[in-house]
């Protein structure tokens, strides 16, 4: 049986059964590692919060509030109905769920750890997961980790699956030493998608670097802002610590902290420019135009396509194996190229 005290010497339980939420929430702010999410938006996988946002987060000089929405809701309501029902659940035939369930019939262990995890050979991050799993016909223990989704957010990814996900789950495998994680997606409260992820120490090889480079800033700035009195002296600093890589998939986040930021001001000031801050300026005007050129372009493109559809009184156009298009009151294309 895995348990919180089986643990090898290295890796140390923190019990979080007595904690209070706002307790936990805390107690997870004060800890100086990352966590499960923490670790695909370092490395540029969060699409909805960037890493420079993460930052200033760690370093407690942005909070932008606890937020909050109904999937993050739902999961945390249903997730110790999940568990329970994932007893029943066979991965390799999910046919069954309903009558193990009816039948009462467990095939798989399932627990739950009140607890953050660390292991001294991964300083850098913390785990706090949804539970352990023994699936039907394997011997060894993984880790089971949670998520709610509505279809549409589903459909962003190839497979149906957040790349955030899949390192969350592969950092908590390295962490806890197990040899394979289970994600089980709930889409739309009815729907199980079940992955099976086996535990990849060449990927993690891959990403390890890059969440220690992360996590080295945040421990230098720490350090470097520790002489400074007021967040806005630290703010005034802090852009020293950045990590050098913005990702593109996250510039929306990013743009949304930068106007964030931008409030703090508390007085207008004017400067002299350079030239490489005007050339800069030339190159987002030059973007911006072409931005405009290719929206025109697309909303005609759009247009037409629709007006194509209506002409043939469809409303789908299927494509074989290469897709389909649908135009009921808007616009969905799903091709495959």
Same mark, same amino acid.
């Given at each position: 049986?895995?348990?919180?005290?089986?643990?090898?010497?290295?890796?140390?339980?923190?019990?979080?059964s007595?904690?209070?939420?706002?307790?936990?929430?805390?107690?997870?702010?004060?800890?100086?590692?990352?966590?499960?999410?923490?670790?695909?938006?370092?490395?540029?996988?969060?699409?909805?919060?960037?890493?420079?946002?993460?930052?200033?987060?760690?370093?407690?000089?942005?909070?932008?509030?606890?937020?909050?929405?109904?999937p993050?809701?739902?999961?945390?309501?249903?997730?110790?109905?999940?568990?329970s029902?994932?007893?029943?659940?066979?991965?390799?035939?999910?046919?069954?769920?309903?009558?193990?369930?009816?039948n009462?019939?467990?095939?798989?262990?399932?627990?739950?750890?009140?607890?953050?995890?660390?292991?001294?050979?991964?300083?850098?991050?913390?785990?706090?997961?949804?539970?352990?799993?023994?699936?039907?016909?394997?011997?060894?223990?993984?880790?089971?980790?949670?998520?709610?989704?509505?279809?549409?957010?589903?459909?962003?990814?190839?497979?149906?699956?957040?790349?955030?996900?899949?390192?969350?789950?592969?950092?908590?495998?390295?962490?806890?030493?197990?040899?394979?994680?289970?994600?089980?997606?709930?889409?739309?409260?009815?729907?199980?998608?079940?992955?099976?992820?086996?535990?990849?120490?060449?990927?993690?090889n891959?990403?390890?670097?890059?969440?220690?480079?992360?996590?080295?800033?945040?421990?230098e700035?720490?350090?470097?802002?520790?002489?400074?009195?007021?967040?806005?002296?630290?703010?005034n600093?802090?852009?020293?610590?950045?990590?050098?890589?913005?990702?593109?998939? @996250?510039?929306?986040?990013?743009?949304?902290? !930068?106007? &964030?930021? =931008? #409030?703090?001001? +508390?007085? *207008?000031?004017?400067?002299?420019?350079?030239?490489?801050?005007? @050339?800069?300026?030339?190159?987002?005007?030059? !973007?911006? &135009?072409? =931005? #405009?050129?290719? +929206?025109? *372009?697309?909303?005609?493109?759009?247009?037409?396509?629709?007006?194509?559809?209506?002409?043939?009184?469809?409303?789908?156009?299927?494509?074989?194996?290469?897709?389909?298009?649908?135009?009921?009151?808007?616009?969905?294309?799903?091709?495959?190229?």
């Amino acid at each position: 049986m895995w348990t919180n005290k089986s643990l090898p010497s290295h890796i140390t339980a923190v019990n979080t059964s007595q904690m209070t939420r706002k307790q936990w929430e805390e107690f997870r702010k004060s800890l100086n590692t990352l966590g499960g999410s923490d670790v695909g938006t370092c490395i540029g996988l969060n699409r909805w919060k960037s890493n420079i946002e993460l930052f200033y987060e760690k370093l407690g000089l942005y909070n932008k509030g606890d937020f909050d929405s109904v999937p993050m809701m739902m999961g945390r309501e249903l997730e110790s109905n999940i568990r329970s029902l994932f007893k029943y659940y066979n991965v390799e035939n999910p046919k069954e769920f309903l009558d193990n369930y009816r039948n009462k019939k467990e095939i798989n262990i399932v627990r739950q750890r009140h607890a953050t995890f660390f292991n001294e050979n991964i300083p850098e991050v913390h785990a706090n997961i949804d539970g352990i799993v023994r699936l039907q016909g394997r011997e060894d223990y993984g880790v089971l980790e949670i998520k709610y989704q509505s279809g549409q957010a589903v459909r962003l990814w190839e497979n149906g699956i957040n790349p955030s996900y899949l390192v969350q789950l592969t950092a908590y495998m390295q962490l806890l030493e197990l040899n394979y994680g289970v994600l089980c997606i709930i889409v739309d409260s009815n729907q199980w998608n079940v992955h099976v992820i086996e535990r990849n120490d060449n990927f993690w090889n891959k990403i390890y670097p890059q969440i220690q480079e992360f996590h080295e800033r945040i421990v230098e700035a720490k350090g470097g802002l520790s002489y400074l009195d007021t967040d806005d002296e630290k703010i005034n600093e802090a852009y020293i610590y950045e990590p050098e890589t913005l990702f593109k998939e @996250q510039s929306k986040p990013y743009e949304s902290f !930068l106007s &964030d930021y =931008a #409030k703090r001001r +508390e007085k *207008e000031m004017v400067i002299e420019g350079d030239e490489i801050m005007y @050339q800069m300026a030339l190159e987002v005007e030059r !973007l911006n &135009d072409i =931005a #405009k050129e290719a +929206e025109s *372009e697309a909303r005609d493109a759009k247009n037409r396509l629709k007006k194509a559809i209506l002409n043939m009184g469809a409303s789908v156009i299927n494509f074989g194996d290469k897709g389909s298009v649908t135009y009921r009151t808007q616009l969905r294309l799903n091709l495959k190229t």
